[in-house]
């Protein structure tokens, strides 16, 4: 591996480094993500077909204007923050509410990982208490309980 090459791969932070400091400065998104769910809340398929409004908002309260959001469905199953064109990838064959969230808080702290899971772990939970709670580390990401990961 170059250089280069591993200054592309991430370095991801524990559960303990996510959930060790609580981050200030979240009212403004946390308000944005309790309105978006109050609009689609008990019907799980309307909500998913909505996550694309959600990354709309996040970019919205992020850059104050707005911004370009995409929803890509590719081969490649990831989500993905575009710095130069404000763009937001969805992964359409897994739509997740923390996935877009972590894309959002890559909008609004940069690169640090850090930043972006404890952004996304912590709206997630304040907002959706009883599905955080259903919840469990696997790495520096939240699954379902019980589901296996590859």
Same mark, same amino acid.
């Given at each position: 591996?170059?250089?280069?090459?591993?200054?592309?791969?991430?370095? =991801?932070?524990?559960?303990?480094?996510?959930?060790?400091?609580?981050?200030?400065?979240?009212?403004? =998104?946390?308000?944005?993500?309790?309105?978006?769910?109050?609009?689609?809340?008990?019907?799980?398929?309307?909500?998913?077909? +909505?996550?694309?409004?959600?990354?709309?908002?996040?970019?919205?309260? +992020?850059?104050?204007?707005?911004?370009?959001?995409?929803?890509?469905?590719?081969?490649? =199953?990831? =989500?993905?923050?575009?710095?130069?064109?404000?763009?937001?990838?969805?992964?359409?064959?897994?739509?997740?509410?923390?996935?877009?969230?972590?894309?959002?808080?890559?909008?609004?702290?940069?690169?640090?990982?850090?930043?972006?899971?404890?952004?996304?772990?912590?709206?997630?939970?304040?907002?959706?208490?009883?599905?955080?709670?259903?919840?469990?580390?696997?790495?520096?990401?939240?699954?379902?309980?019980?589901?296996?990961?590859?």
């Amino acid at each position: 591996m170059t250089t280069s090459e591993k200054k592309k791969v991430a370095t =991801y932070p524990t559960a303990e480094e996510i959930m060790a400091g609580e981050m200030e400065g979240l009212d403004k =998104y946390r308000e944005a993500l309790k309105n978006w769910n109050t609009c689609y809340k008990g019907n799980v398929e309307k909500r998913k077909l +909505a996550i694309p409004l959600l990354a709309r908002w996040m970019l919205v309260e +992020a850059f104050g204007t707005e911004a370009a959001c995409e929803y890509s469905i590719s081969k490649s =199953y990831m =989500y993905a923050f575009n710095r130069d064109t404000k763009t937001l990838f969805i992964d359409a064959y897994n739509l997740s509410i923390i996935s877009t969230l972590h894309e959002a808080g890559h909008a609004i702290f940069g690169s640090s990982e850090l930043l972006a899971c404890r952004f996304s772990t912590q709206l997630f939970r304040d907002v959706f208490p009883k599905s955080y709670a259903k919840l469990e580390w696997k790495g520096h990401m939240l699954k379902k309980k019980g589901k296996k990961t590859c």
